[in-house]
């Protein structure tokens, strides 16, 4: 399949492990945040979302913290398993920019 | 099934040709993107449709036209002009604008 990404950060984990994906992001006004989760050749497909007001989000294996003070927002997956391999990106809002600002992403690879 | 279909999955051109690449949703959504996908790179919006017969340019729309004569679709020319138009091509919907976007599965054009 086609890469998504030549150079992208590389996480690697143990299946069965908790994975642990990071994302910094720049404007401090952004308030709401997107998790995407893309498989070689084929389009982002929405993972959880999460609004600046709130710190914490969960959905089924995963969790979404965001931490507004040093802007930095992280995508906690459960129990990885190889259907998790992806590149995973996260994307931000600013309310009134009229647009969402992608991250390049990063490539989750599994062991088993 | 409700969704978004691009087609096709794989276009190649020549040089100094327009191509049209196909979006079409039947999410009943009034928002539409277009997104180029580079290798190493984030997505980069291109154009944007929040409703019928109206769209916006978005960060890259050099090169790039659109329409919206119909809710349900938002078709791409990527013109002659575009110096660079090999890519990955990401069309995406939303209820409201830059909310929580739903993907097609791409368009990968060859330009040679």
């Known amino acids: 399949g086609e890469s998504v990404g030549l150079h992208l950060p590389t996480l690697s984990v143990q299946e069965g492990d908790n994975s642990i994906i990071n994302c910094a992001y720049s404007?401090?006004?952004?308030?709401?945040f997107i998790w995407y989760k893309q498989e070689s050749g084929k389009g982002p497909q929405f993972i959880i979302d999460?609004?600046?007001?709130?710190d914490k989000r969960q959905g089924q294996r995963v969790t979404v913290l965001l931490n507004k003070t040093v802007k930095h927002l992280s995508l906690q997956i459960a129990a990885t398993q190889p259907g998790d391999s992806a590149v995973y990106f996260c994307?931000?809002?600013?309310?009134?920019?009229?647009?969402?600002?992608f991250g390049q992403g990063t490539r989750l690879t599994i062991n088993p | 099934d409700g969704g978004i279909t691009q087609s096709p999955k794989y276009l190649f051109r020549k040089e100094g040709q327009n191509v049209t690449l196909s979006c079409e949703q039947n999410?009943?959504?009034?928002?539409m993107y277009w997104y180029r996908q580079d290798p190493g790179q984030g997505l980069r919006l291109i154009y944007y449709?929040?409703?019928?017969?109206?769209?916006q340019k978005g960060d890259i729309a050099e090169g790039y036209s659109v329409s919206r004569e119909k809710k349900e679709s938002f078709p791409l020319t990527v013109t002659s002009a575009q110096k660079n138009p090999t890519a990955f091509y990401l069309c995406?919907?939303?209820?409201?604008?830059?909310?929580?976007?739903?993907f097609g599965p791409g368009t990968r054009l060859t330009v040679t």
């Open positions: 995406a919907s939303s209820i409201r604008v830059f909310l929580e976007q739903y």
């Open positions: 404007n401090s006004a952004s308030d709401y």
């Open positions: 999460i609004r600046s007001n709130m």
């Open positions: 994307a931000e809002n600013t309310r009134g920019a009229q647009k969402l600002v």
């Open positions: 999410l009943n959504h009034d928002a």
């Open positions: 449709s929040q409703i019928v017969n109206d769209f």
